[in-house]
């Protein structure tokens, strides 16, 4: 479960990005957060990964309060969660398969074996035929897939994602949201923040509302 | 092992950077091999010429000497003490001004009790010598040691702050080189990060390879030291006769501060607090 009690966000000394939220998530919720633009989605999601720190207030992942965390925890705290970015984040000097196992070299579990972890998951994903390419070598919609893989090779229980479909087309976009529903339905916590209204007229489950740094549920 | 295997691979891979890194260290190691050796030395040096002071001490002629010399070695610290007898007073001189054709009365000349003290015992050890009724006069010469004491332990200050200067400039520039990688690859770092790096994991590599490139710039610099002073010896030869080159845990401390130095790149280069950006 992840809650957020009474948080506020301050940046700087003027702005409340986040104006006291309270908002709880449960076990393979499917949470649209919507909002425009400034209205603080990424702020909420940055918080949930430790990204930043709240001004005020707590964030519970799992019953640990993020802000309290040290480094090493948070580290830790971070394997079970996926996180997809609007940009995709890939490196782009490795290959996508190199890209997607990343997160397993990473743990350096010694009974883990990261390429056949990122085989199983990028035949799911029917990426297993790029395997040998370069991320810039892909479309925008497969280099999403390929960040999507990377974020659930670890089996999270939490995928967090920010504005995945920002950068894509309407059908890549729709294929993006497929796979969140899916992931949803095994069982996974998803939180999407988006513009997409498309996705959000479509979407079935929970949407809260952020406006000027205030939820709206 | 596998780290190890990697961290090669990376100084391979930053070639250049690595020269760079090996040889300030190498620089950095021959520089603070010789000030130290000179500090060493000197400090030797002083030791054994801190053995050689006298004091000088002048008796009534109505005394005994010998006497005097008994209770002169029961002082505490007192190293060794000799009766100088009027004949040898003599023979000093005459062997002192050879030229001079000087007849002495030995009857003139007084006893003399010379004692061999350490210099730090010098004014307790006058004291104590003072408060013997027969004892007219005590000399002790200490203005050139004074003078050598002076000079060497002004060499050794600017010796010790010079090299923490430039221990403290190649730390400096190593940081700032390595601050320079972690800078470029700050997207990826952050992007391992969200994948659940740990700090130690991020910073292994560059601990690994600077342990390494510390090892490899030490020993360079060691090497040059060693046959500098093979070389001076041979050149300067009597002269730095008991020129030491340092003990074993002297240099072995000298190669740890050198792998320390190729590791501290990483301690600047991290910086904290990049979060709110
Ligand atoms: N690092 C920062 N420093 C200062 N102000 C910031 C920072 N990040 C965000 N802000 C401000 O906080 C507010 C909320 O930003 P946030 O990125 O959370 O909005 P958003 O809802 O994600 O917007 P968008 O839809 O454009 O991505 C904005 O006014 C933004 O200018
Ligand atoms: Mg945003």
Redesign the interface.
Same mark, same amino acid.
């Given at each position: 479960m992840i809650q957020f009690d009474s948080v506020s966000k301050v940046?700087g000394t003027r702005l409340f990005a986040l104006n006291s939220v309270n908002l709880k998530v449960s076990r393979s919720d499917f949470l649209l957060v919507t909002g425009g633009s400034g209205a603080g989605k990424s702020t909420l999601l940055r918080l949930i990964?430790g *990204?930043?720190?709240p001004t005020h207030g707590s964030i519970l992942v799992s019953g640990q309060a993020v802000e309290e965390l040290s480094?090493?925890k948070l580290?830790?705290l971070?394997?079970q969660l996926g996180?997809v970015f609007q940009d995709f984040?890939?490196?782009w000097n490795r290959t996508v398969l190199d890209n997607v196992a990343?997160?397993i070299v990473?743990? *350096?579990n010694k009974e883990a074996d990261p390429n056949y972890m990122a085989e199983k998951i990028m035949k799911e994903f029917d990426l297993w035929k790029y395997k040998d390419l370069y991320p810039y070598q892909l479309s925008g919609g497969e280099q999403q897939k390929v960040s999507i893989c990377?974020a659930l090779i670890?089996d999270p229980w939490v995928l967090i994602a920010d504005e995945p479909t920002g950068n894509l087309d309407p059908l890549a976009s729709t294929e993006i949201f497929d796979i969140f529903k899916n992931a949803s339905k095994r069982g996974r916590t998803v939180i999407v923040a988006t513009h997409n209204e498309r996705s959000i007229s479509m979407h079935s489950g929970r949407v809260v509302r952020l406006e000027k740094g205030k939820l709206i549920d | 092992m596998k780290n190890f295997r990697e961290s090669l691979a990376d100084i391979f891979r930053h070639h250049l950077t690595s020269l760079l890194f090996c040889g300030v260290i190498a620089v950095t190691i021959l520089i603070l091999c010789i000030f130290g050796s000179v500090i060493y030395n000197l400090d030797s040096i002083e030791k054994k010429w801190s053995y050689e002071v006298r004091i000088m001490v002048f008796t009534s002629d109505t005394s005994d000497p010998k006497i005097i010399a008994e209770q002169i070695k029961k002082i505490k610290n007192v190293i060794n003490v000799t009766n100088i007898e009027p004949i040898a007073v003599a023979e000093l001189i005459k062997k002192r001004f050879p030229d001079q054709n000087i007849t002495i009365s030995e009857t003139v000349l007084p006893s003399i009790i010379e004692v061999r003290v350490g210099i730090k015992d010098i004014d307790g050890i006058k004291k104590e010598i003072s408060k013997i009724p027969e004892v007219e006069e005590i000399t002790v010469n200490t203005s050139w040691f004074d003078s050598l004491k002076k000079l060497t332990s002004s060499i050794e200050y600017v010796a010790l702050i010079v090299s923490g200067l430039i221990f403290f400039m190649s730390m400096l520039l190593i940081s700032y080189v390595t601050k320079l990688g972690v800078v470029l690859r700050k997207?990826?770092i952050?992007?391992?990060?969200?994948?659940?790096?740990?700090?130690w994991?991020i910073r292994k590599p560059y601990v690994l390879s600077g342990i390494v490139l510390g090892f490899i710039g030490g020993g360079i610099g060691i090497l040059f030291y060693f046959g500098l002073s093979y070389f001076m010896r041979n050149m300067i030869g009597n002269f730095v006769d008991t020129w030491k080159t340092g003990t074993p845990i002297q240099i072995l401390i000298i190669y740890g501060l050198a792998m320390f130095l190729g590791a501290s790149g990483n301690f600047m280069a991290f910086s904290r607090g990049e979060?709110?950006e």
């Open positions: 940046y990964y *990204d930043i720190k480094a090493r580290a830790y971070r394997r996180i984040k890939l490196l990343l997160p990473i743990w *350096d990377r670890g | 997207p990826e952050s992007i391992m990060r969200f994948c659940g790096a740990t700090e994991y979060e709110d």
